[in-house]
């Protein structure tokens, strides 16, 4: 599966609705987040906290560039957290953190405009 980058790309396949809810998305707050030495693209890794049903998760995010490590502590952002765990290079990954691609290719983290539970889930 390729991911399109480009805000002029149409959009994905039709999906069903049913497939959309496989997709479990948890908003979560970043507890620890600490530079992911030897990445090959500028990353940390991070310590999410799902809440009481989920725990916290470990995640790897390629976001240094816009972020600095103590400005993501505190801060709530949406990740996937029912995917299978991904082993990027010496660290696992849990947890799929999002965001989107701003003009030069930099992920913005995507979170909720106002605080909502750990754990809450998109619908």
Not at 38 to 52: E, N, V
């Amino acid at each position: 599966m390729h991911l399109d980058h480009d805000p002029a790309a149409p959009a994905g396949e039709t999906i069903a609705f049913d497939d959309f809810l496989k997709v479990d998305i948890r908003v979560g707050t970043v507890v620890a987040a600490e530079v992911y030495e030897g990445a090959r693209k500028p990353s940390y890794r991070l310590r999410i906290d799902f809440g009481p049903g989920i725990g916290e998760r470990k995640s790897v995010g390629q976001v240094a560039a816009l972020y600095a490590p103590e400005e993501l502590i505190g801060r709530q952002v949406a990740a996937v957290v029912n995917f299978p765990h991904r082993q990027i290079g010496k660290a696992l990954s849990e947890v799929l953190t999002l965001g989107f691609a701003d003009e030069e290719g930099r992920v913005v983290l995507f979170r909720p405009d106002t605080p909502v539970p750990n754990g809450t889930r998109l619908f």
